[in-house]
């Protein structure tokens, strides 16, 4: 690159200015005097200022204040080679992102300290806990794990991009030191830098969810603390207590601008079964609960399930959170107004979208008659070559493409739990249309219960096998 000398002029004129460059000089000529020469030009002032640079020329006219137009020049005539250009402008870009990425920081921090405060309004089941980022927790030293964790379902998991970060670890928080891996299990590193793993036959099951958390990275993480875990059997885990944290979530993404406040625990009570292999012999719950509010609707429910394979849907499982309380000895959402009237009431309908759908709950076993089954109930009977009667109400009918009627009791097509088969030759058995005839009817179908891709279903061949059902209670 040939370096060549150029003279700038700044000539100023009341408010405006001129500015000119020109290449003066090659290498080897004499240097300008440099910017602190002056110079008076019949009613302008001109500052001559020298520059080692690139070769180039170019003239600016323009009606800008003199600060700009030296700054203007500065940047201009800087000479610097593009790569050096472009280095300088990823540098501000670099910049940017840090800055962007403390604001994110900060916007974080003050959501966190929202969900804080706004657990804390509600109020507490107790006095005595530690406060984590996005959930508060009351620690039960006795039985090695929480008494209760509270925690806010926000809006923002809508959004949330973080996934489970499976950081298991020691909550610090916790004065006495809080249950730990070896609780759970044993681990061997073997020769091939694997780990065999020795399990003591239950699940780490999260009490506030940490899917609840995919907003915040911070809140997730913390949420693998061994004090947010108690021991589940794991198809309570997996199926039946998820299937409730899911519900919850769904709850807040299908209704824009509510925030849950949900309270989550073991049922603790006297001479529960421990962990015998693990350091701290953590208690094994029986139950667990969990309570959740909706400010919004001024609407709340509770769920008390037991820890095991859950057969029935989470509605049977659904209370009031008085109930709860009762059950539990805790007090939730004390500082709330009209917290009798909301915790004494349960609308069903409310917080079980299927229900609304038309879908309705199982019979209650007790209300039926000797020998009668619910559509759950059924389940327990596939492939025994038992005959039984099962009671439910057809929510959902239809014909196939081969003319066999098909009929869903109590939950509809995809989540049918119980269906009735009736083949087309075995129609004419029927004095009138089964379809129309039983469609939204509680019906009662005697037979055996066959094992159709995973759903109890009876196959009626005579009309004598089913009719529409009257409750006892209902004569």
């Not at 400010?295 to 709340?300: H, R, S």
């Not at 917080?351 to 209650?364: M, N, R, S």
Request: aromatic share 10%; proline share 5%.
């Amino acid at each position: 690159m040939v370096a060549s000398k150029i003279k700038v002029f700044f000539a100023i004129k009341k408010d405006d200015f001129q500015a000119s460059a020109s290449l003066l000089e090659k290498p080897g000529e004499k240097a300008a005097r440099g910017p602190d020469f002056a110079t008076k030009k019949r009613n302008s002032v001109v500052w001559n200022t020298g520059w080692t640079g690139q070769s180039f020329n170019f003239a600016v006219m323009k009606k800008i204040p003199l600060s700009i137009a030296i700054l203007l020049c500065h940047v201009f005539l800087s000479g610097q080679p593009l790569e050096q250009q472009l280095g300088t402008k990823n540098q501000e870009i670099e910049a940017l992102q840090d800055r962007q990425t403390a604001i994110l920081t900060e916007v974080e921090d003050l959501k966190l300290q929202m969900i804080r405060r706004d657990l804390k309004r509600v109020g507490l089941p107790g006095d005595d806990y530690v406060e984590h980022s996005a959930m508060l927790l009351s620690y039960a030293e006795a039985y090695e794990q929480a008494r209760w964790v509270a925690h806010i379902i926000s809006p923002a998991i809508a959004e949330g991009t973080v996934f489970r970060t499976n950081d298991f670890r020691e909550d610090p928080l916790i004065p006495t030191g809080s249950a730990t891996e070896a609780d759970y299990f044993l681990k061997y590193l073997e020769p091939d830098s694997t780990y065999r793993y020795d399990g003591f036959g239950y699940d780490r099951g999260h009490l506030a969810p940490s899917a609840d958390f995919r907003w915040s990275a911070r809140a997730l993480s913390e949420s693998f603390y061994y004090s947010n875990m108690s021991p589940q059997v794991a198809a309570f885990n997996r199926e039946g207590w998820a299937s409730l944290e899911d519900l919850l979530r769904r709850y807040v993404i299908q209704h824009p601008g509510t925030q849950l406040y949900v309270v989550t625990g073991a049922v603790l009570e006297d001479n529960l079964p421990v962990i015998e292999r693990g350091i701290h012999h953590v208690a094994i719950p029986r139950q667990f609960f969990k309570v959740a509010l909706d400010l919004n609707t001024g609407q709340a429910i509770g769920f008390v399930l037991p820890n095991q394979a859950i057969r029935q849907s989470l509605a049977q499982y659904a209370m009031t959170v008085d109930e709860v309380e009762q059950l539990t000895g805790l007090d939730f959402f004390s500082l709330i107004d009209n917290q009798e009237a909301i915790e004494s009431r349960l609308d069903k309908m409310n917080w079980l979208p299927a229900l609304e759908e038309g879908d309705v709950e199982p019979i209650y076993p007790p209300d039926l008659p000797k020998d009668h089954f619910n559509t759950e109930q059924a389940r327990q009977y596939m492939g025994t070559n038992q005959t039984i009667t099962v009671v439910g109400k057809v929510v959902g009918s239809r014909y196939s493409r081969s003319g066999n009627l098909w009929l869903n009791l109590d939950k509809q097509y995809p989540n049918q739990i119980f269906s009735v088969y009736i083949k087309k030759d075995d129609l004419v058995n029927f004095d009138v249309d089964p379809k129309i005839a039983f469609d939204q009817q509680l019906i009662s179908v005697k037979g055996e219960v066959d094992d159709l891709s995973g759903i109890p279903t009876i196959n009626v061949e005579k009309s004598s096998r089913i009719a529409t059902f009257v409750l006892p209670s209902e004569n």
